[in-house]
């Protein structure tokens, strides 16, 4: 059994994992009222809110899975990619907790975790798939054969397609975070009334590149006048544009892999029209995809409990110290050895 704790941006969070039982408890406390005055997450004003919001959150998820310290049997924490003060907030009460409770601890891959958050649904993926990650500045197209063992078929060059609902969001005068207002938004535009590039659909391979759909809808703002209409038009031509290149890439990362389930993972994951294409195409040509439910698509503890529990029970445990990493490639990340 594991406690967890999430920090590694703008979300503060702790959840307790029973390898038997499964998810007892997760607790979560978005900073988005705190970070919306200025239109993004401001990395200081990020750090300490964890530090008020981390420990309440452990007291929390402990008490709603009726756990005492101890019955764990190890603390699992994000050491990187992310902020670095916001991870040093959770990996300094993590090793404090371990240390005094005389528990492991273990480092998670913040990407390991989106990766494996469908895991914690039933039916789960089972190993090996291809994974589809779009979480913040990340999206890559992943073959995953086993915990630790990913090859990357391809990823963005430049802006993620994150990055890009939430940069059309602040063209369109959305308020911060852009990409579920824009989401929103494109629910009440006409179909084909903005046509918007589809960067790099037309070339082979599976890498992606969402900057110049930015400019597209810049020049597209200034062409015409921007009543309510027009907005929800352009909100929606953003929207289609970016889940036809996703699709596209994933159903031919398919089809180049010969995998037949497809794992959808990261805040992007939580868009509707992008859940409903990806059903409807995989399913058309025999193809299964997982999806985490929605609140397991963006940052959690949950999914970093999942990987911090599959890697202790391999025998895997962190060096002593307060290592985190803002820049991690997830390439460098191994299969744990067991221990013989």
């Known amino acids: ?71 764990l049997g190890g603390v699992a924490y994000t050491a990187g990619p992310g902020l670095v003060g916001a991870l040093l907030t959770g990996a300094a009460l993590a090793r404090a907790l371990a240390h005094g409770w005389g528990l492991p601890a273990i480092g998670v891959h913040h990407l390991e975790g989106h990766l494996l958050a469908p895991l914690l649904e039933d039916p789960a993926p089972s190993f090996p798939h291809l994974a589809l990650l779009v979480s913040g500045g990340h999206t890559m197209l992943i073959e ?21 609902f939430d940069k059309c969001a602040k063209l369109l005068g959305l308020p911060y975070p852009g990409g579920p207002q824009l989401a929103a938004l494109a629910a009440a535009g006409r179909a084909g009334a903005c ?3 589809r960067p790099m659909l037309d070339r082979p391979g599976l890498e992606f590149s969402f900057s110049g759909l930015k400019t ?6 200034r062409a015409q006048p921007l009543d309510d209409q027009r907005r929800a038009d352009i909100a929606r031509g953003v929207q289609e544009a970016i889940v036809d290149v996703l699709c596209g890439k994933a159903l031919r990362a398919l089809d180049q892999t010969g995998l037949a389930a497809l794992v959808v993972a990261g805040g992007v ?28 698509c963006t940052d959690n503890a949950a999914m970093i409990a999942l990987a911090g529990l599959m890697r ?29």
């Not at 997450?41 to 756990?67: F, I, K, M, N, T």
């Not at 597209?216 to 703002?221: G, N, P, Y």
């Not at 895997?316 to 744990?336: C, D, F, K, M, T």
């Open 144 to 164: 995953a054969h086993a915990l630790g063992d990913y090859r990357l078929l391809g990823e963005t060059r430049d802006d993620a397609a994150g990055e890009a």
């Open 216 to 221: 597209a809808v810049s020049l597209a703002i």
């Open 1 to 71: 059994m594991v406690l967890a704790l999430e920090s590694s941006c703008d979300e503060s969070a702790a959840a307790v994992l029973d390898a038997r039982r499964g998810l007892l408890a997760h607790e979560l406390f978005s900073q988005v009222d705190l970070h919306r005055l200025y239109g993004g997450v401001v990395p200081e004003l990020a750090s300490r809110d964890h530090v008020r919001r981390l420990l309440p959150l452990v007291r929390q998820a402990l008490e709603r899975a009726g756990v005492a310290p101890g019955e």
């Open 195 to 197: 046509p918007l590039p």
């Open 312 to 340: 202790l029970e391999r025998g895997e445990r962190s060096a002593p110290g307060l290592a985190v990493r803002a820049r991690w490639p997830l390439a460098e990340l191994r299969p744990p050895k067991r221990e013989p």
């Open 269 to 296: 994951g939580a868009n509707t029209s992008l859940r409903e294409r990806l059903q409807r195409e995989c399913a058309a040509r025999g193809a299964r995809v997982y999806f985490p439910r929605a609140e397991f």
